[in-house]
C-alpha cells in the first residue's frame, strides 16, 4: 500500500502530511501527559516499541503471495501494535517503520509520506482500534463471548476494515490528484477486493499472534486488562471521528461534481450538458415573486461565503471546493452541537 | 538461501553502500534531503501531458549518480517491488484517454500514451533521487540531522533502534526457524496451526532481549540523545550545492529553452 510520489500532485501530499503531522502531535501530547518519555518509564517502553517497530518492518519486507489473484501484499501490522502498545505508541512506532523505508530504503515516497502515514498508521493504529478493536475486545460490544475469542473476532474486524479504509484513501488521493484517466470506479473495483483478501490473512496472523501472548503475558495486552481504559473513550472518538470528517471532506470534495445536483438539475436542467430546461425555470428568478423572498434571497447571497461550495470570487477554484468541504462539515458539526446542547438544556429544564 | 538472510543482506549492504566516501556521500545529509524533497516537489508538479519539459529532468539523477559512484541498475533492481503500481496506473490511461494529440510520420499518438509515460517518467524520477539520498547517508547521520532540525529525541531513539533491533530480530528468528527444522525434519517451511505460537514466542522472545539490550545501554551512560563525537563533519560546500543545484532545478522548470 506504500504509494510512490509520482501517483500525488504536490497539493495533494501537503494536505495529508498536515493531517498526518496533526495526529503526530496529539500522539506525542498524549505520551507526554502518560509521562511515556520519562527515563523511568521509557525503559520498559522504548524498546518494546523499537523491538515491534522492526517486526513490522520485517513482517513488511517479506512479501506472501495472495492465492489466484497473481498478486503479493504484505502486512501492514498496525492492529497488532495497537493492541501491544496502546494506540498512541503504535502510532508513533509505524511513522518510524514508515520513515526508515522511506528514507533508508526509498520504499514509499519522501513526498508521500504524510499519505501513506495516514493510511497505514492512522486507520490501522488509532481509528481501528479505538472504533472496532477496543470496544469488541474488552466485552463492550460482545459482552456473553470469551476473551480468545473476542481478541480473535476483534483482530480480524479490524484488520479488514482499516486496510479497506487505507485501500480506499489511496484511491482518492490518487484521484484528487488527477494523474491517471482510470475511473474511480474501476479503481475502486481494483484495489479493494485485493486488500480484503490480504485484510483477512493479516487478521488471522494478528489474531494467533494476539492470543498467544494473552494465554502467556496476559498484560501486555492493556485493552484487555486493564478494566480502567474503557471508559473514557467517548471524547476520543469524538476527536477520531472529527478529524476524519474533515480530511474525507477535503479530499471527497476535490471530486465533487461540477453538474448540478439532482434536485437542481431537474428544477433548472443543465443546458452546458446538452439537457433541455426540465422545468424551464430561470436559476436566478423563479418561483412566486414577493417582497419577502427577494429579501430573503438578498439575505441569503449575503450571509453564503461559500456559494455553491466556492469561495465567493472565484468559482473555478478547486482550493475553495475543499476548503467549502472541510468548513462546511465543520459547520455541520457545530451545528449538531449546538442542537445537542440545546436538547440538553431543554431536558434539565423540563427535568427541573 | 532463505528469506531472512536475504533480508539480512539487503540491509548489510545497504549500509556498507552508505559508508562509502564519494563527493555526495560528503554532503551534509540535511542537504541531501532538502535537494531530494525539491527536486521529487518540482517534478511531481509537471502537468500531465508534459514530457518535453520532464524529460530535462532526467538530467539530475544522472549527473548526481556520476558523482555520487552508485549504479542505476542496482538501484532499478532494489526497486522492483515499487514501479508495479505506478506502471499499472499509468496503463490505465491509453484506454481511457484516446484523443489524439501528436503525428509521428503518420503514427498518431494518443493523449493516454503521452500520460502514461509522464507517469511512469516520473516515478522514475523520484525514485532514483529517492534511492540517491538512501545510498549515500548512514542511518545514524539521518538521526544526527533530524536532532538538528529539533526532532524529538525520542523519536530519533526509536528510530535508530528500530533500524537495529532488526538484526536482532531477524537473527532471533533465524535460530527459532533452524531449531523448528531440527525438530521437523523434512518439512518444508513451518506448519499452519504452528505460525500462532512460533511468531508469538519470537515476539516475546524479542521484546525480552530487545529491553535486556536497552538497559545495559541505559547502564553505559545512555541517556536518550545520540552522541554526536565522531562522526564526520561537513563542508560549507555542501550549503553552496544545494543552493546551485536548487537554482538549477527552478531554471529547468520554469524557463523554456
Not at chain 1, 509520506?113 to 481501528?128: D, P, T
Not at chain 1, 470570487?313 to 462539515?329: A, H, I, K, Y
Amino acid at each position: 500500500m506504500h504509494m510512490a510520489d509520482a501517483l500525488l500532485a504536490p497539493a495533494v501530499a501537503a494536505t495529508m502530511y498536515g493531517a498526518s503531522l496533526a495526529t503526530t502531535g496529539v500522539a506525542i501530547y498524549k505520551l507526554k501527559k502518560e509521562n511515556s518519555f520519562d527515563m523511568e518509564d521509557s525503559l520498559k517502553k522504548i524498546p518494546t516499541m523499537a523491538v515491534m517497530s522492526s517486526l513490522v518492518f520485517a513482517g513488511q519486507m517479506i512479501n506472501y503471495t495472495i492465492p489466484a489473484t497473481g498478486s503479493s501484499g504484505h502486512i501492514c501490522g498496525g492492529v497488532m501494535l495497537s493492541a501491544l502498545l496502546g494506540p498512541w505508541s503504535a502510532f508513533l512506532s509505524m511513522i518510524a517503520v514508515l520513515v526508515i523505508q522511506c528514507l533508508f530504503f526509498a520504499d514509499g515516497g519522501l513526498m508521500a509520506l504524510g499519505a501513506n502515514v495516514w493510511n497505514m498508521s492512522f486507520y490501522g493504529c488509532i481509528l481501528g482500534y479505538f472504533l472496532i478493536f477496543r470496544p469488541i475486545a474488552s466485552g463492550k460490544i460482545l459482552k456473553n463471548v470469551n476473551a480468545r475469542s473476542r481478541l480473535i473476532i476483534a483482530s480480524i474486524a479490524s484488520c479488514i476494515i482499516t486496510l479497506q479504509l487505507g485501500a480506499f484513501s489511496v484511491v482518492l488521493e490518487t484521484g484528487a490528484s488527477g494523474i491517471t484517466e482510470l475511473p474511480f470506479g474501476a479503481f475502486v473495483a481494483l484495489m479493494q477486493p485485493i486488500h480484503l483478501a490480504i485484510g483477512l490473512v493479516e487478521g488471522l496472523a494478528t489474531s494467533a499472534i494476539l492470543v498467544f501472548v494473552y494465554e502467556n503475558r496476559p498484560e501486555m495486552i492493556t485493552c484487555l486488562t486493564d478494566s480502567k481504559e474503557g471508559k473514557t473513550s467517548f471524547k476520543t472518538t469524538l476527536v477520531i471521528l472529527a478529524i476524519v470528517a474533515c480530511v474525507i471532506a477535503g479530499v471527497m470534495s476535490q471530486f465533487a461534481s461540477s453538474n448540478p445536483d439532482g434536485l437542481e438539475w431537474s428544477l433548472f436542467g443543465n443546458e452546458e450538458a446538452g439537457y433541455a430546461a426540465n422545468m424551464g425555470l430561470d436559476e436566478d428568478d423563479y418561483g412566486v415573486q414577493s417582497s419577502a423572498a427577494v429579501v430573503a434571497d438578498s439575505i441569503q447571497s449575503k450571509t453564503a461565503f461559500l456559494p455553491d461550495y466556492a469561495f465567493a470570487n472565484d468559482e473555478d477554484n478547486r482550493l475553495g471546493t475543499s476548503v467549502s468541504g472541510v468548513l462546511g462539515s465543520a459547520m455541520v458539526a457545530a451545528l449538531a452541537a449546538i442542537i445537542c446542547l440545546a436538547g440538553k438544556i431543554f431536558r434539565t429544564k423540563k427535568q427541573a | 538461501m532463505n528469506k531472512t538472510e536475504q533480508a539480512r543482506l539487503i540491509i548489510g549492504r545497504l549500509s556498507e553502500q552508505a559508508e562509502g566516501n564519494s563527493i555526495v556521500h560528503r554532503i551534509s545529509p540535511l542537504c541531501k534531503l532538502f535537494i531530494t524533497i525539491v527536486f521529487i516537489g518540482v517534478t511531481t508538479s509537471y502537468g500531465k501531458y508534459d514530457l518535453s519539459g520532464l524529460f530535462v529532468m532526467i538530467l539530475f539523477p544522472v549527473i548526481w549518480y556520476q558523482f555520487a559512484e552508485v549504479s542505476f541498475s542496482e538501484c532499478l533492481y532494489r526497486l522492483r517491488y515499487v514501479m508495479p503500481l505506478v506502471v499499472i496506473m499509468g496503463l490505465a490511461n491509453p484506454f481511457f484517454d484516446k484523443e489524439i494529440v501528436l503525428y509521428v510520420g503518420r503514427v498518431g499518438i494518443s493523449g493516454g500514451v503521452i500520460s502514461m509515460l509522464v507517469l511512469i517518467l516520473k516515478g522514475l524520477l523520484c525514485l532514483f533521487m529517492s534511492y540517491l539520498l538512501v545510498a549515500t547517508s548512514s542511518i545514524e547521520e539521518m538521526c544526527i540531522a533530524m536532532r538538528r532540525i529539533h526532532i524529538p529525541a525520542f523519536f530519533t531513539t526509536l528510530i535508530l533502534l528500530t533500524f537495529r533491533f532488526v538484526t536482532l530480530f531477524l537473527e532471533e528468528l533465524s535460530v527459532m526457524t533452524e531449531a523448528y527444522q531440527l525438530r521437523a525434519p523434512g518439512q518444508k517451511g513451518i506448519q499452519f496451526g504452528a505460525w500462532g505460537s512460533f511468531l508469538g514466542q519470537l515476539i516475546l522472545r524479542s521484546v525480552d532481549r530487545a529491553q535486556a539490550l536497552y538497559e545495559s545501554m541505559v547502564l553505559r551512560g545512555y541517556s536518550g540523545e545520540i552522541s554526536y563525537y565522531g562522526y564526520k563533519k561537513y563542508s560549507k560546500w555542501s550549503v553552496l550545492i544545494t543552493v546551485l543545484n536548487l537554482c538549477l532545478v527552478v531554471l529547468v522548470r520554469y524557463v523554456r529553452f
